[in-house]
């Protein structure tokens, strides 16, 4: 495909600078930019037909982690924020398996693509990962699982709704939950969030919607999946430097594989 049969430029010029401009206050303002219909319908469709194909050569796996994705810190008992338990289930097909033909092929490599993401994230250039891994990620979650409570390790995360559950399934966040360069990770707010005791907001996308979330300092979550319907999402990685893998605990622990 080409990148127009991709993309709807009529309602997302991406090479507008006004509209460069707009998306990257927004995302500023409100810590996410929701772009719906951002992928054409019949893109939407390749995407998913093709994901369903593969789900076979998907890696499953239930995790235990904390919010912050870091090994225990024995300073602190198993049921303080810094060390309680998460879990998170799901599949995750990798990079090497999107065939080479996948309008995400197309759409993670185009140029103007990039420069839209460098625009709105102010980053001078985007680069895939060294590792044949983790650029394009499918995710798969079905009835019962979720993606629990966790900060990003990266400063941005760039994603794509290709099916939509029956029910549940939904993106909710807290936004400005810790201060990471800082080094202020903010146990007291943590704990109320994974308490229930803050309100959080609340995505539910449909298909061929794009989503740009800084994740860093702000707490989110998947919500359990209910029904049949498998939720199938992509995540467009990318580093602000070249050469830059994942590391090997991370991919395996993701993955359950190096290469």
């Known amino acids: 495909m080409d990148l127009k049969e991709i993309i709807d430029f009529e309602k997302y010029d991406i090479t507008e600078p006004e509209f ?4 990257q206050q927004i995302l500023e303002e409100k810590g996410a930019l929701v772009l719906p219909d951002f992928m054409k319908a019949a893109a939407v469709e390749a995407v998913r037909a093709q994901s369903e194909a593969d789900k076979d050569k998907a890696y499953f796996c239930v995790q235990e982690h904390n919010v912050y994705l870091t090994p225990p810190d024995n ?5 303080h924020p810094r060390n309680r338990n998460i879990i998170s289930s799901k599949g995750c097909i990798t990079d090497d398996f999107v065939p080479q033909n996948s309008p995400l092929r197309t759409l993670y490599d185009a140029a103007e693509f990039q420069d839209f ?3 709105v994230l102010n980053e001078a250039a985007l680069f895939p990962y060294a590792d044949p891994l983790s650029s394009i990620n499918v ?3 079905s009835n019962g699982q979720e993606l629990g409570w966790h900060f990003d390790n990266s400063s941005f995360a760039t994603t794509l709704m290709i099916q939509k559950p029956e029910a549940g399934g939904t993106f909710d966040y807290v936004e400005n939950v810790r201060d990471a360069d800082a080094g202020e990770m903010n146990f007291a707010a943590v704990e109320q969030v994974l308490d229930g005791k803050v309100d959080y907001k609340q995505l539910s996308m449909e298909p061929g919607t794009l989503v740009l979330f800084r994740g860093r300092n702000a707490l989110h979550r998947v919500a359990p999946v209910i029904g049949d319907k498998t939720r199938i999402l992509v995540v467009l990685a990318y580093n602000a430097q070249p050469g830059i893998a994942l590391s090997e605990s991370a991919r395996k622990t993701f993955y359950g594989r190096l290469d």
């Not at 460069?20 to 998306?23: E, G, N, P, S, V």
């Not at 300073?75 to 049921?79: A, F, H, L, Q």
Request: charged share 20%.
């Open 20 to 23: 460069q401009t707009r998306a």
């Open 75 to 79: 300073k602190y008992d198993m049921g």
């Open 117 to 119: 993401l460098c625009a």
């Open 139 to 141: 995710h798969y979650a």
